[in-house]
Structure formats: structure tokens, C-alpha cells
């Protein structure tokens, strides 16, 4: 079984904090995603990662930064957190275009809240 | 970027009553996923489809890849309380390492 974890289930941060979010999967996956989910506007990609200390930026990753130093961990920081950051935090792993079969596993996620 | 259409957006059915929703792309995909998310859960992968027209099961669900490569289709026969939660498609193109994600489909059965 595919296992995608996060580092906290719930948080709480204020204004200005640096905040790290940190995924690890299980799979050996090349790939790997951060995503926010809101109401309303669906699953946005911020990030994704095709390789150890490689990065892309997806369709808002404006506030945030990403590391990839092992191949089982991608971090998402926000340098300075706001309270438009609230939101729920996924991660995933999985494969691409590139691959046979490709799936996408999420883990549980992270609800941050900035206060 | 992206975003795929899907629809029904909410559904409220007997349970007993079997469900249909589908995804629809202005892109051709070559891989269509549906998954279900419980609230406060990230979502977790039911089916995964990979060449036109195929037709897949677990369980009581079934989904089909369409034809034109632009839709997919999800169907969950006699429903049961456990049903219960949002379900989303994710489609990815030939090239590229970007899922696009649906708009979801609420599902509340009523026993």
C-alpha cells in the first residue's frame, strides 16, 4: 500500500511566522506535489518536485517555497505566513506523463490556520 | 490552470439508488483518475483509467474512459451510507507532469 504522510494534521500559526510543512511517501515515487484545497476553487497546484533538489513552480507559488533533499521528503515553507494562507495543505506522489500507469496518492492533510 | 468540469455538483439519493457523475476536459487526457475525499481526509484513489473506451470496477463502482479521450464517467451502484463524501476526477495530458482536478461532485446518501 501507497503511504503518503504529513508532518501535522492541524495547525495554527500568526501572521509572519515561517512556517514548514513536510511530506514523506513510502513508494519511491520520482515525483512528488503540493497542492491547496479551498471551497470553491478546488485542488491548486503550488509546487511539484520530479527529482531529488529539483522544483517547478505550478499554478500559485507565490508565498511559498518548496525542498527536495531526499527523494521521500518535499517540504512546502512559507516564508511569512498571511492569513490568505489559510487553507488545507496535500501533498501527493505519484508518476507523470513519462510513466507506464501513471497514479497519484495523497496523504492526509494539513489544515493551517493564520490567524 | 485547468480545470475540469464536473458535474453533478451535489446529488442527494436513497441509498439503495445507484449514482452517476461524469468529468468533461476541452483537452485530450491520456489518463483519467477518480478519487474520494472525506471531510478533513485527503482524497484517496478509486480507479485509475488509461486507454480510451476501457471500462473499470472495484466493487460497486465503475468508471469509464470515453471515446473522445475528453470525459470520463463514474457509477456507484446501490449506494450505502458510507458513500458519503465528495468525488473528483484528475485527468493528465501526453506530455507534462500536471494532474488537472475536477470541481468535485457532493455526494449525501439518505439511508
Known amino acids: 500500500d501507497v503511504k503518503v504522510t504529513q508532518s501535522s494534521r492541524y495547525l495554527v500559526k500568526r501572521t509572519g511566522e515561517k512556517v514548514f510543512l513536510e511530506c514523506v511517501q513510502d513508494?519511491?515515487?520520482?515525483?512528488m506535489f503540493w497542492y491547496r484545497q479551498d471551497p470553491g476553487l478546488g485542488l491548486r497546484l503550488i509546487y511539484f518536485?520530479?527529482?531529488?533538489?529539483?522544483?517547478e513552480k505550478g499554478d500559485i507559488p507565490e508565498g511559498y517555497s518548496v525542498s527536495r533533499e531526499k527523494k521521500e521528503r518535499f517540504s512546502l515553507i512559507l516564508e511569512s505566513a498571511s492569513t490568505n494562507q489559510t487553507s488545507m495543505y496535500l501533498c501527493?506522489?505519484?508518476?507523470?506523463?513519462?510513466?507506464?500507469?501513471?497514479?497519484?496518492?495523497f496523504g492526509p492533510g494539513t489544515r493551517l490556520t493564520v490567524t | 490552470g485547468q480545470q475540469l468540469n464536473q458535474s453533478p455538483q451535489s446529488m442527494f439519493i436513497q441509498e439503495g439508488e445507484d449514482v452517476s457523475m461524469n468529468c468533461t476536459s476541452s483537452s485530450i487526457f491520456n489518463t483519467w483518475l477518480w478519487y474520494k475525499q472525506d471531510p478533513g481526509e485527503g482524497p484517496v484513489l478509486l480507479i485509475a483509467?488509461?486507454?480510451?473506451?476501457e471500462l473499470t470496477s472495484n466493487g460497486r463502482l465503475t468508471a469509464q474512459f470515453g471515446i473522445t479521450r475528453k470525459d470520463s464517467f463514474l457509477n456507484i451502484s446501490a449506494s450505502i451510507p458510507s458513500d458519503v463524501g465528495i468525488y473528483f476526477c484528475a485527468g493528465l495530458a501526453n506530455t507534462g507532469n500536471q494532474f488537472y482536478f475536477g470541481t468535485g461532485t457532493s455526494l449525501t446518501v439518505i439511508p
Open positions: 518536485s520530479y527529482d531529488v533538489k529539483m522544483k
Open positions: 513508494m519511491d515515487h520520482e515525483n
Open positions: 501527493a506522489s505519484g508518476g507523470t506523463s513519462g510513466d507506464e500507469a501513471p497514479e497519484q496518492y
Open positions: 483509467l488509461y486507454k480510451a473506451g
